[in-house]
């Protein structure tokens, strides 16, 4: 029989006798958040299976993401501090003189995604308290996160509590759609290698439409494309080449074969003039057919002479001159190109400047210190006979004016001068003078503006309103102004006053009870001036502030869904104007307003 060491069986009968390791009770308890993912518009609800669920977690007040800690590769680098992060490498930069440290970003364990079963059903486990965003993914569903309404758009938060289970969670997904099509050229032959763009149209917040690109394309041989896993929603769809998706010709050629062909820019159903194309709607789950035809161009030149009646050469030569072209792409971003086939003669001061592709431009010829920008419009044809005139500008002074007030503090005021057409000038680089601070005193000073058409836009606290505002001793609050070019200074007075209203409102649904998470919209009666704009989210409780309000007569809005800046829409408006709740604001005026939400649909 074998005999048993006494050491080790005094060992063994010792931990049988002593009790179990309870769980810390200072150890919070876990989290998690149950619910299932099903398809939009079903009827019973089907199940969508192996949808992709990633939960963050983020900063209740900030919306900010935490940082995932011992994330391999992370390098978290913060001035003031000597020692990485736990559970990194990385080592952070030294202080920096006169700045104060940061603090460290927040940092949370990596969750890992969870897929959804055969019946849709989903559980995220093991979280600790706090908020959470959830994102949810399957190919040929919409992109979206919980609680999402608009797209895009953002998806509301998960808050947990130490131990709780979030369940009953139902994602409705949204099948996407598909477009496609076949284009020929102007002989009826399939048109190979034409850049296609899916286009919708938006707004900015000064109001201006611009256009959003949300899917690129490219014909093959037999003139087919395709645009897959589409939002739903209304769009347009453009083909061909032009400085307008300038940014979308980087296409290469895929076969040497091909002949590089450039196509006019033409929208769907066979148009040049975006005004007069259709506007296609991708529906959820359908295809959509858009055939048409793409006719292949041609390129053309600009042609044209410099002149500067302010130089000391009495022929008004401009030796330097340097030239180029600016435009807006489709999509409202900017880009300047200088010709690489051009000719400038400076004894002259006559250009060509060839191998210009359709579009709109703005024309800009430098020689320091004098400057010109001049809009050109290349259609159908070569530009001839083009007068550009360098300036030096309009210096122009101002001041701010507190009324029966002394002056807010310093750097709190601004003032920016912006093209009125609020079209393609204001995109450009320098085409607009930059804004410019008032001094402790309120004076100002924009030099070097060139002739054209404004709206001075001032920018104050929100403890100060734009009482009256002058240019050459006109009343510019309402109007736009105009610097002309035999001008050598102008003056602008900006008269401020504190008498600012204040709403303090809240946004009920059709039973009167509070929307929470809603976005309210204060227009003013002067729809030109957008910069009187506001907008609050509502609160948990339905209630949102506005404060720093201009004096005068508005109308309050909340839809329910509503894209970014899709109150400045004018179909949107048409459809909501009798919705609208009428404000009056006075001066110095505290108001209790609410207004009824505008459903979906609407």
């Not at 509301?156 to 759609?177: H, M, N, P, W, Y």
């Not at 040497?256 to 975006?274: C, K, R």
């Not at 005004?275 to 296609?280: L, Q």
């Not at 004076?443 to 104050?460: A, E, H, K, M, N």
Request: include cysteine; charged fraction near 15%; proline fraction near 8%.
């Amino acid at each position: 029989m074998r005999r048993l060491n006494l050491p080790v069986l005094a060992t063994i009968l010792l931990a049988t006798l002593l009790p179990t390791p309870i769980r810390s009770q200072t150890q919070a308890a876990r989290s998690r958040i149950e619910g299932v993912v099903v398809q939009a518009g079903t009827t019973p609800p089907q199940p969508v299976v192996g949808a992709r669920i990633t939960v963050t977690k983020v900063n209740a007040a900030t919306g900010a993401n935490f940082v995932v800690a011992g994330r391999a590769g992370s390098v978290l680098m913060t001035a003031g501090s000597t020692t990485p992060f736990p559970g990194t490498s990385a080592w952070t930069l030294p202080p920096i003189p006169g700045l104060p440290t940061p603090p460290p970003p927040e940092t949370a364990p990596a969750i890992p995604p969870v897929t959804t079963d055969q019946s849709g059903r989903f559980v995220v486990p093991d979280l600790d308290e706090g908020a959470y965003k959830l994102l949810i993914t399957q190919n040929g569903y919409v992109k979206q996160e919980y609680g999402q309404r608009v797209f895009p758009g953002q998806g509301t938060l998960i808050s947990l509590a130490a131990g709780q289970a979030f369940k009953d969670v139902t994602i409705r997904l949204i099948e996407t759609g598909n477009a496609g099509g076949r284009i020929v050229d102007n002989t009826g032959l399939p048109a190979a290698a034409v850049p296609l763009q899916l286009l919708k149209a938006s707004y900015n917040q000064f109001g201006q439409r611009i256009f959003q690109q949300a899917g690129t394309a490219r014909t093959n041989d037999r003139g087919e494309f395709r645009f897959y896993w589409v939002t739903p929603g209304r769009y347009y769809v453009a083909g061909g080449n032009s400085a307008a998706n300038y940014t979308f010709q980087g296409y290469a050629n895929t076969n040497s074969n091909e002949p590089g062909d450039s196509y006019t820019l033409t929208y769907y159903p066979g148009t040049t003039d975006i005004t007069r194309a259709t506007v296609v709607d991708i529906k959820s789950g359908s295809e959509a057919v858009l055939d048409f035809a793409v006719p292949k161009q041609q390129l053309f030149t600009i042609k044209g002479k410099v002149v500067n009646p302010g130089s000391a050469d009495a022929k008004g030569n401009v030796p330097a001159a340097t030239i180029s072209v600016a435009f807006q792409t489709l999509t409202g971003s900017n880009g300047a190109f200088f010709p690489q086939q051009q000719d400038y003669d400076p004894a002259t001061g006559r250009f060509v400047l060839r191998d210009v592709l359709p579009g709109s431009y703005i024309l800009q010829a430098a020689a320091p210190p004098f400057s010109a920008r001049l809009p050109v419009d290349v259609t159908n044809g070569n530009v001839e006979n083009l007068v550009v005139e360098l300036h030096t500008g309009v210096n122009i002074t101002g001041r701010f004016i507190a009324d029966g007030e002394s002056l807010p503090p310093a750097n709190t005021l601004q003032v920016q001068m912006r093209h009125a057409s609020n079209g393609l000038q204001n995109y450009i680089m320098g085409t607009s003078p930059s804004s410019q601070t008032a001094a402790s005193d309120g004076s100002f000073s924009i030099p070097g503006v060139l002739p054209g058409d404004y709206r001075i836009i001032p920018t104050l606290s929100q403890d100060f309103y734009v009482k009256e505002l002058r240019y050459n001793r006109l009343d510019a609050l309402t109007n736009p102004i105009s610097v002309c070019c035999n001008s050598d200074s102008a003056t602008i007075e900006v008269v401020i006053s504190r008498n600012v209203g204040q709403i303090d409102g809240v946004i009920v649904d059709e039973h009167v009870q509070p929307v929470a998470g809603v976005q309210a919209v204060l227009i003013p009666d002067a729809r030109q001036r957008t910069e009187l704009y506001k907008t609050a989210t509502t609160d948990q409780t339905g209630h949102f502030v506005m404060r720093g309000l201009t004096p005068g007569d508005y109308k309050l809005f909340a839809w329910e869904v509503l894209e970014n800046y899709g109150y400045f829409d004018p179909d949107v408006m048409r459809h909501a104007e009798a919705l609208g709740k009428p404000v009056h604001i006075g001066e110095s005026s505290k108001l209790a307003v609410e207004a009824r939400i505008i459903p979906a649909g609407n």
